[in-house]
């Protein structure tokens, strides 16, 4: 069972930075890959960001170059640091986790957080 908390959401303006970190519970949290998706109103929920046990790293496209996933196996967390953010990039940003990174990036995944607000405004 692993459970998943996430933190560092708020209210910035565009082209602002803000960075999510999620913090995993559970002895082989470690073990699993983590990412990010988010929701914005009346969407659905889309992939934004993943990195395996060993670090190897995916994005969704609309947010290569801006976004960098990153993860402290020691602490069991993974953080999402958000750079020149978009008012599209406003939305609900949820952590999950799954064994599998492949389940973790086309879904559904394993376990999920409850969900932290990003509100980027023009």
């Known amino acids: 069972q692993v459970q998943l908390v996430e933190s560092g959401g708020g209210l910035v303006q565009a082209g602002d930075s803000l960075k999510l970190s999620c913090a995993a519970s559970?002895?082989?949290?470690?073990?699993?890959?983590m990412g990010w998706f988010r929701q914005a109103p009346g969407k659905q929920r889309e992939f934004v960001a993943a990195?395996?046990?060993?670090?190897?790293?995916n994005y969704a496209d609309a947010v290569k170059g801006r976004f960098t996933i990153s993860r402290d196996n020691a602490k069991n967390t993974v953080n999402l640091q958000m750079n020149s953010l978009k008012p599209e990039d406003t939305a609900v940003y949820y952590c999950?986790?799954?064994?599998?990174?492949?389940?973790?990036?086309?879904?559904?995944?394993?376990?999920w957080g409850q969900g932290t607000q990003v509100t980027v405004s023009s």
């Open positions: 999950a986790a799954d064994l599998s990174l492949r389940t973790l990036r086309n879904g559904p995944a394993q376990y």
């Open positions: 990195i395996s046990s060993y670090g190897i790293t």
């Open positions: 559970g002895r082989t949290a470690s073990s699993y890959a």
